[in-house]
Structure formats: structure tokens, C-alpha cells
């Protein structure tokens, strides 16, 4: 099966640093997803990326935060300068058009300190 | 805006014997799809199974099963013949219908920890 490739798998980082997470989607897919995952709580959504820009955002996706997809293959999420609460694993995610499986990336973890 | 509830935090379960999670959601929409992701200690998001809103019959894959009752918005899983390796986190999961903006976007609940004894 297809899959989705984040990297790297674990990062740290000081705080007030920038950070760029980065992501290859499955080849053929359309939309692209940033979630994010503080540690014991719920998956929260980002933002979604489709036809080269951002389509939607949450109120958690401010100012500090980015996403880009450079060259048609990766697919990177910045935060420029991190915060103690940006602490969470983060998962990129993919999929065709339609009703169509989302597929998930195995997620970074990024801790803050 | 569309909510997703999961009231169990924790469940546990006899290795094969059944078990049902439970899922409540909120929306206005009539059209829509919904999920069961498994996480894992790893933390990988692993898809159980699926349903579109539109269809009447439950959905089924293997061991796994739902329970979907459109007008209560009730959403549960069923795992038949538990086994070790079921043991995880359980998130369900909401999607608009269509495409673009927001439509395409997972709304999950809190999760249900469920373990299963051997």
C-alpha cells in the first residue's frame, strides 16, 4: 500500500527556534492535511492544502505557521517561532478527490523546550 | 460546527470476546462520512472502517463492525473475538461530504483506550 513519509520522525528543538516538518504524499493524491496530537488528547486538524493553496484553516494555525508544497512532491509545515505548547506530534496526511481514504503519515514528534 | 464524542475514555475486554465502543456527533449535515481510526503505541493512524452517511447498512471488515443509527447519530464499533494486538486508542472520526474547504476535513472525538487481557 501507498504511504505517506514524514520526516524526521523526532525533533527537538529550543524555543523561539524555527522548525520546518516535512512530508511526501502519496504521488497521485490532491488534498493534504496537517494534524497535530498533544500528547493523551485528540487529534486536532491544522490545515488543508488543495490545488496550491490553503483551503481551510483551525484557530490553532495562526500567524506563526506555514505550509508549502515547493516542488509538487513535499509537503512542509513551518512554525517560526516555536512556543512550549507547539510540543505535539504532528501528522501529514493525503488523499485523491471523492470519497477516498485518508492516509495518514506516521507523524513527527516535535518537542519544545 | 460539527462535534464528535467518544463518553467512554477507557474500555477493556477478554481476548475473544466482543466489545462496542461508543460514538455520538453533532451536525446538521445529511450528508456526511464517518470513521474508526485505531492508534496504536507507535502512534500511527490506522483506519478501521468506514461509513457513508447515505447508506443504510452497516459497514463491515473482518473482526469489525458498525452500529450506525442515522437519527440518533450514534455511531459505535464492534470488535468481535478481541485480540491482543487490538489493544490501542480508538478515535472516531467525522467528515463532511464534497470537496475543498472544509468538507474534507477529519473532526475527531477524544479517543477510548481500550485493553485487552489475555
Known amino acids: 500500500e501507498p504511504e505517506v513519509t514524514q520526516t524526521p520522525s523526532h525533533q527537538v528543538t529550543q524555543m523561539g527556534q524555527e522548525v520546518i516538518l516535512r512530508c511526501v504524499p502519496i504521488?497521485?493524491?490532491?488534498?493534504f492535511y496537517w494534524y497535530r496530537q498533544i500528547l493523551g488528547q485528540k487529534v486536532e486538524f491544522l490545515v488543508s492544502?488543495?490545488?496550491?493553496?490553503?483551503?481551510?484553516k483551525s484557530e490553532i494555525f495562526d500567524d506563526q505557521f506555514s505550509v508549502e508544497r515547493p516542488d509538487g512532491s513535499n509537503f512542509t509545515l513551518k512554525i517560526r517561532s516555536t512556543k512550549l505548547e507547539d510540543s505535539a506530534m504532528y501528522f501529514c496526511?493525503?488523499?485523491?478527490?471523492?470519497?477516498?481514504?485518508?492516509?495518514f503519515g506516521s507523524g513527527t514528534q516535535l518537542s519544545v523546550l | 460546527a460539527q462535534t464528535v464524542t467518544q463518553s467512554q475514555p477507557e474500555m477493556s475486554v477478554q481476548e475473544a470476546e466482543t466489545v462496542t465502543l461508543s460514538c455520538t456527533y453533532d451536525?446538521?449535515?445529511?450528508?456526511?462520512?464517518l470513521f474508526w481510526y485505531k492508534q496504536p503505541p507507535s502512534r500511527q493512524m490506522i483506519l478501521v472502517i468506514r461509513?457513508?452517511?447515505?447508506?443504510?447498512q452497516n459497514a463491515t471488515e473482518n473482526r469489525f463492525s458498525v452500529n450506525f443509527q442515522k437519527a440518533a447519530k450514534s455511531f459505535s464499533l464492534k470488535i468481535s473475538d478481541s485480540q491482543l494486538g487490538d489493544a490501542a486508542m480508538y478515535f472516531c472520526?467525522?467528515?463532511?461530504?464534497?470537496?475543498?474547504?472544509?468538507?474534507?476535513?477529519?473532526?475527531f472525538g477524544k479517543g477510548t483506550k481500550l485493553s485487552v487481557k489475555p
Open positions: 461509513q457513508e452517511a447515505y447508506k443504510q
Open positions: 492544502f488543495y490545488n496550491n493553496e490553503i483551503s481551510e
Open positions: 504521488s497521485n493524491h490532491l488534498y
Open positions: 451536525t446538521s449535515e445529511s450528508d456526511y462520512y
Open positions: 496526511a493525503s488523499r485523491q478527490g471523492g470519497f477516498r481514504k485518508l492516509f
Open positions: 472520526a467525522y467528515r463532511s461530504e464534497g470537496e475543498g474547504g472544509s468538507q474534507g476535513n477529519l473532526i
